[in-house]
């Protein structure tokens, strides 16, 4: 179960309305800033970073350039952020799964809890379970029994290995008594490429990415994994429903910056993506692009989070022996 941030006291709720009425002219930086995202363009992590760009690029008055990245499970672009100047104009909008789950089944060249800091959660995404548009099974006990008739030759896609895209596939592969093949990609658009084309039948995908593509007939949903409906897809039953309570995968999509930033700039950061985060505007594009809002949350507490769900990540890992491919 994905570790919950608790929602704020009431000193710190009157401290984020102080941050939102911040102007410009405290922003933390004079010069242009680099938003690095860790995967290809028109991901997750993507469609965060250019709507939150936007805002703050206007509250700070200065550009706010995206930077993608991708490649190494978030690997490449964290290397970027490590190698910037720690002065702040170079940080990082990721999924916390960069952080929490790909270190566990991918050799990394940082430690994701030392080396990057957490400055704010922004949205919540939550996965979907998806399937071809061509599939005859329409309900998720039709499509288990159809790769259950044909062991070893269906595939299931990942948008990496050692993501929640892949986690939830292989329990889903162990728990159910599937014989799925595990077919990682470079980030979700090629992965739903290959199951809109009916290449690959099924994947666990990110709401964001997958609701346009549900809403459109593209593919079709068969289970979120969350114990409760989603008020994006209120129609699709959970994976608990249908028997899969353990799988229940969610990402935070936020900011990072090197963990060579002194706190008080970090907290400078903060202050000015909490204003640009919950401009009504942006609120309303995250959550019309099929995120579900995050509660406004310190450094500290989001790192003691990343911290909870890493040690959760890994427990998983050693119970289904998931490996990486």
Known sequence: MPTPIR??????????????????????????????????????????????????STDIGQPVIVDNKPGAGGGIGVQALLQASADGNTIMMTASNVLTEIPHVMKTAFDPLKDVKPVTAIARAYMVLIGAPTLEAKDTKSLLAWVKANPGKISFASYSAGTASHYAGMILNQRAGLDMQHIPFPGSPPALQQVMGGQIPIMFDGMATSKPLIASGKVQAYGIASRTRSPQLPNVPTMAEQGYPEIEYSNWVGVIASSQVNAALIDKINAALVKAAGAPKVRDRLVGAGFDMEPLTPPAQLAAAVRADFDRNAATVKQFNIKLQ
């Open 7 to 56: 929602h704020f006291t009431r000193r710190a709720l009157c401290a984020a309305s102080l941050v939102l009425a911040l102007p410009a002219a405290m922003a933390w930086t004079d010069k242009p800033v680099k938003l690095i995202v860790p995967a290809p363009a028109g991901g997750t992590m993507d469609v965060v970073a250019r709507i939150v760009a936007d805002q703050l």
